[in-house]
């Protein structure tokens, strides 16, 4: 873990929101695409 | 043979099929690489501290929101011009792409600009054409949404897609008249004389690169989805008039 | 297309309702802003450009179902399409027949209720003007708008969604030069700005607004 200093809080939550908007949206996108695969070869 | 020949709905879906594990493969490894370099291996800026490894995410975001809106009037032009399905399909599939990575580019920036200027949110003009873009990016989506006719929805969307790129230019400059910003000027550019320092620099264009493939990868995934949506519907229709 | 703006113009005064409707919002929001920020003479003087210029908006934006969703629901748009007229030159009738019932008035109100306003003198005239520049734009964007939504049940929302960010530099460039004016700076610059923006407007959208209208009536 490299030293951060006083802004580690920010860092850190900048790097957290992000991967959580971005695993959301890939983890939605993958769900759907998954879904229609299904719906399409029923 | 045509270029034209891979929009074919059944190529699409072929060479697309066959290209996107490495897409995402490629997308996971310079983004994960990138942004691991960026954080545990980059010295921190003398003036900004630790913050300045927020720029492995912001900068790439922001990069990709606008690159979305692009991809968007594109495809649209290609579907005004030459009718082809799975050209409206990707517009379609890159606005929440976009969108999302509009919301990342603000949220790292708030989350940056706390320390940095003391305050999550100035009126300056890059965030705030950058909400615009936002806002832009929503109306379109809800267009979409709105419309039960596919190709009517294509149609009325790619037209909005066009006047929208516009105005979102047209908005950036006005909202420049408007007020003085504290955002920074643009960080990499050809033409300037001093640009940011290679240490920072590299994991940078690592992360662009995997920002850029990994919009690429759910784009594309996204275009599958809407075409076998359509198929799937395609089918229903089919079998009720049967 | 003198005929067809005239008609709508008709409409528009003897079918009551739209045409005094929008002024009236004007007005409430004119009057409910000192409510909302407390009735101090120097905040309202420095805030009452731009809140006469929201006003304005969204008063037109308000008015702007009536533009095109009467005449879809009644066929009345079916006809204007197999007519002689262009559908851009039908659509640009209609939206300068919206600009003279609802976008005129306002900026012809706007200075009575900068002086409730406390809005400063030289500031209340360039107000007007900068209004008068501007509705058009308004008018026209909106115009893009209805068209758009016709086809959607309902569409007030949606609609409201897609144009107000298409607002944004009209709002910006009118807000500014009257602000300007109130400050008592110069306000040449913004008003220019803003003409270009809609004459550009005005030049342009019926094409785009005439385009969506071909795909909702197909």
Sequence with gaps: MPELGKYAAEVLLAYGASGAILGALIAVTLWQARAAKRDEER | ?242 | MIALLLRDLRLAVRAGGGFGLALAFFTILAVLTPFAVGPETPLLARIAPGVLWLGALLACLLSLDRLLALDAADGTLELLAVAPLPLEGAVAAKAAAHWIVTGLPLALLAPVLGVLLSLPGQGAWVLTLSLGIGTPALSFIGAFGAALTAGVQRGGLLMALIVLPLYVPTLIFGAEAAGRAARGADPATPLMLLGAVSLGCVALMPLAAAAALRVNLR
């Design chain 2, 1 to 242: 043979m045509s270029i034209w020949e891979y929009a074919n709905p059944v190529r699409f879906m072929g060479w697309t099929g066959r290209l996107l594990p490495w897409l995402w493969g490629g997308a996971a490894l310079l983004v994960v690489g990138g942004l691991v370099w960026g954080f545990f291996f980059t010295p921190d800026d003398f003036r900004m501290g630790s913050t300045v490894k927020i720029i492995y995410l912001h900068v790439p975001s922001a990069l990709m929101a606008i690159n979305g809106w692009f991809v968007m009037v594109v495809a649209s032009l290609i579907w005004l011009i030459r009718r082809h399905h799975v050209s409206a399909l990707v517009a379609r599939a890159a606005a929440p792409v976009g969108a999302v990575m509009t919301v990342v580019g603000l949220v790292t920036g708030a989350v940056w600009g706390q320390p940095m200027w003391g305050t999550w949110w100035v009126w300056d003009p890059r965030l705030t054409s950058f909400f615009v873009l936002f806002l832009f990016y929503l109306g379109y989506i809800a267009l979409w949404q709105a419309i039960e006719d596919p190709d009517a929805a294509a149609d009325l969307t790619s037209v909005l897609a066009l006047v929208g790129g516009v105005f979102a230019i047209l908005s950036r400059y006005a909202v420049l008249f408007w007020n003085q910003g504290l955002h920074q000027g643009a960080t990499l550019s050809l033409d300037a004389e001093e640009n940011i320092a290679d240490v920072f620099w590299l994991p940078l264009v690592t992360t662009m690169a995997g920002f850029g493939l990994l919009f690429l990868a759910l784009v594309l995934t996204r275009a599958r989805m809407h075409v076998r949506l359509r198929r799937a519907r395609a089918r229903m229709l089919r079998t009720r008039v049967a």
